[in-house]
């Protein structure tokens, strides 16, 4: 029995190496008895089309040109994909198909949706015959065996009879979209586009569990994605939406995608072929996800007035043009837009009942919840003021809003739009990880951040992690009393089901903030960020990993339009990235960075006079815990070595922590060896302090244990973290103890460089950076 239909579309087929990645989500996905339903290789249908009609303009030589063009494309693929006796024989068969075409056409007797078939009838035995190859139980099906049309209507019991005979637990079966037969077995087509409709219907019929639409994006987009950058993926889409996007012209979901699936529970979920990873959008059943916002560009329709519109009139006409028709009444008259390629065909069905309105219209459809409606459209149409676009039409009813403009509506124009219609409103959903000293105040400081940020951004904590236990709230925990609820409902997890958790969330955006002191949960990223989730993180582990493992993370994250900031990684709170970037983002050009970037090692330094041994303020360090348990860690100086790469990423060079020079405040043989074992050896310690110390004296200089990042004017990087020796009355050599300090040297700022100072750490301070960063996340969602 089926358990899920796949359909990849033509573009997830247009060339030889699409087929090899569709055979390898094939391969991973289904199981024998599974279907896979395809279109035909990238534009072939539109070709075909054409080739129909050079024969019926009786275009000899377009004709053979176009067909040669068919041939071509098909025994490309074939070559690429086959080798030996399955190549020839696999384009024998095609070269066979194209001189019965070329006979029908040299005896008139070429039918139309009988040449359309083609297209599928090639992908799904080119992709039948690769899955063999692979090793798989591949058969191809011809859907003229399964489907028949009645009068136009799908004959369901009949098709389901069919459906169930032939499709067996053996195999894996490929079945052509697009196409059925009617009860003499002549041809007949789906409608363009259609093959989604075929899935769906295959599904129905089959019992299957589930539809999968393999297309080229990720899913479903509050607009296209392509056009606006900050388009929103929806995890979620109810069908009753998805629908009417659909009666929209949404370039993704299609009419009569989801008539087949009423009444039944098959899921439905759009995924992308190019990232088979990624979680696309879920089509699910009313009242199983909110209703959200969606703008759908047009261009050239034209609206026309129908006198006595019959009830199956809208289906039929939309079957002779092969296109959906929006259709909606007004003031008691029907009215429908049309796309304008076919007005004239479709004034001649209706023969004298139509009245063109208005002709070459462009515009969009805003698609929202019920309650957005009428403040949207008062907003939207004063956008189209504000742009100088000027409507000719507009439509609206409970659940959309129809403008309908003269001008296009640009990708800059739609930007706007989205901007000021869709972000408005939207929603953040935030995941916080670990919940330690920093963690608790960082909760704490969210009561009232959640306030501000609410201005913009409908913000809720959904998600609590330590590493034992997490607690989820799909709609929000109150911040009031989560610690009831972490002791009454907080549950022991897998980290799989943390995934799921973050997964299921309905929510425009979400956000990882990871507070926890492990590096394991750092390696979760990847993870996060294929469920579409921003990130925040306050320690240093992704920041400075290794330099593969972190660009690919970046890419990800940048071709998923997410955002990832770890402002606390360095200097807590203090606005070191900001100023970095700002300054960048200026046009200045920053050639030098220095600090100290360790309060440990900023007091013991600055502390350290001579009146006491090197060692004797280690150990005082220690037990007012200013360092770690074990000392050594901080003299190592391996903390401001990963700090110093965090800030060499930031300003975009390509760094790993090895090529970050390290001196530790201490002699090298000490390094090793237990705790014990390095005090007895102490007074070594403070001989080697000592003579440091003794020689910055002697320069007139204070000795301090810096980072050091140049960039010298031909772009060369020295980095390095040890010791140094700063110049009396210097912004270093002044140093509070136990302050970070960073002195950033810039074209302008260079003589007189500029210098952020102050307490590096601490839970306060850690966590209000992370609210600096949530809050700089939610203006950059905007
Ligand atoms: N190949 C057909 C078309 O281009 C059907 C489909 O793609 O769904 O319209
Ligand atoms: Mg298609």
Not at 270 to 282: C, K, L, N, Q
Not at 391 to 414: C, G, K, M, N, P
Not at 661 to 683: I, R
Not at 703 to 719: F, P, Q
Request: glycine residues 6%; contains cysteine.
């Amino acid at each position: 029995m089926t358990r899920v239909v796949h359909k990849f579309g033509g573009s997830s087929l247009s060339s030889a190496s699409r087929y090899q990645a569709v055979a390898q989500i094939v391969v991973g996905q289904c199981q024998l008895g599974d279907c896979v339903v395809v279109s035909a290789a990238g534009k072939t249908t539109n070709t075909l089309v054409k080739l129909w009609q050079s024969y019926q303009q009786q275009e000899q030589q377009s004709f053979n040109d176009i067909l040669l063009q068919v041939e071509n494309h098909q025994i490309e693929l074939i070559n690429a994909l086959f080798q030996g006796e399955k190549q020839r024989q696999l384009a024998d068969i095609l070269l066979t198909e194209l001189q019965v075409i070329t006979q029908a056409a040299n005896t008139k007797t070429l039918n139309e949706a009988e040449l359309l078939a083609h297209g599928e009838l090639w992908s799904a035995r080119i992709l039948a015959n690769y899955l063999s190859e692979s090793g798989l139980q591949a058969q191809a099906i011809d859907a003229r065996t399964l489907f028949t049309v009645h009068n136009g209507q799908l004959v369901h019991q009949q098709n389901k009879q069919a459906c169930l005979a032939t499709l067996d637990n053996d195999h894996i079966f490929v079945v052509t979209g697009f196409i059925a037969a009617d009860d003499q077995g002549n041809t007949v087509t789906l409608g363009r586009n259609g093959s989604d409709y075929s899935a769906t219907l295959l599904a129905n019929y089959s019992d299957a569990e589930a539809v999968s639409i393999w297309t080229d994006t990720q899913g479903v987009f509050s607009t296209d994605p392509r056009k606006v950058s900050n388009a929103i993926k929806y995890p979620k889409v109810c069908r009753e939406q998805a629908n009417l996007l659909a009666r929209l012209g949404n370039p993704v979901l299609h009419a009569k995608t989801l008539s087949p699936l009423k009444n039944t529970s098959i899921k439905l979920q759009v995924r992308s072929s190019f990232d088979p990873e990624a979680p696309g959008t879920e089509i699910v059943k009313a009242g199983y996800s909110k209703a959200k916002r969606f703008i759908t560009s047009f261009d050239n329709l034209d609206l026309v007035r129908v006198d006595r519109l019959g009830v199956n009139e809208v289906r039929e006409v939309s079957q002779l043009i092969q296109h959906s028709i929006h259709h909606f009444v007004q003031n008691g008259e029907e009215f429908l837009l049309l796309p304008g390629a076919f007005t004239h065909q479709v004034s001649q069905y209706f023969a004298g009942r139509l009245t063109l309105v208005e002709s070459h219209l462009q515009g969009f459809a805003l698609v929202a919840p019920k309650a957005d409606i009428s403040a949207l459209e008062l907003q939207a149409k004063s956008v189209l003021t504000e742009q100088d676009v000027v409507l000719r039409f507009a439509h609206s009813d409970e659940d959309y809003a129809l403008f309908l403009t003269d001008q296009a509506i640009d990708s800059d124009v739609l930007a706007i739009l989205h901007d000021k219609l869709v972000n408005k409103g939207r929603e953040l959903a935030v995941i916080i990880a670990g919940l330690g000293n920093v963690g608790e105040v960082f909760l704490e400081q969210c009561q009232t951040q959640v306030a501000r940020l609410q201005a913009q951004f409908d913000l809720k904590v959904v998600g609590l992690l330590r590493s034992q236990q997490m607690l989820f709230a799909a709609s929000g925990l109150n911040l009031d009393n989560w610690q009831t609820q972490w002791q009454n409902e907080a549950q022991a997890y897998e980290q799989n089901e943390v995934l799921e958790r973050i997964e299921e969330l309905d929510y425009e955006h979400k956000v990882v903030v990871d507070i926890t002191a492990s590096e394991s949960f750092s390696l979760l990223y990847p993870e996060f960020v294929k469920r579409d989730c921003h990130l925040i993180s306050a320690n240093k582990y992704a920041g400075t990993a290794q330099q593969d493992w972190y660009l690919s993370l970046r890419q990800q994250l940048e071709e998923r339009n997410l955002l990832w900031r770890y402002n606390t990684s360095v200097g807590a709170g203090l606005p070191v990235n900001f100023a970095l970037a700002d300054l960048q983002n200026s046009g200045d050009k920053i050639t030098q960075v220095e600090g100290v970037f360790s309060g440990t090692l900023s007091w013991l330094c600055s502390e350290y006079d001579g009146s006491k041994a090197f060692s004797d303020l280690v150990l005082e360090a220690q037990a007012m815990g200013y360092t770690e348990p074990d000392p050594r860690e901080d003299l190592s100086g391996r903390d401001m070595q990963r700090k110093l790469l965090i800030l060499a990423r930031e300003l975009g060079l390509s760094l790993d922590v090895d090529d970050i020079d390290l001196e530790p405040l201490m002699p090298e043989h000490l390094a090793t060896g237990s705790w014990q074992d390095f005090l007895a050896k102490k007074d070594e310690l403070d001989a080697f302090y000592e003579t440091k110390f003794a020689q910055a004296k002697a320069n007139h200089c204070e000795l301090r244990y810096t980072g050091l990042l140049s960039i010298a004017e031909g772009g060369k990087v020295d980095a390095k973290v040890g010791i140094a020796f700063a110049e009396q009355g210097s912004a270093i050599a002044n140093l509070t103890p136990g302050d970070n300090i960073f002195v950033v040297k810039t074209l302008w700022y260079d003589a007189n460089p500029l210098v952020i100072q102050g307490p590096g750490a601490g839970k306060e301070v850690t966590a209000a950076g992370i609210h600096s960063d949530l809050f700089w996340l939610c203006q950059n969602l905007k």
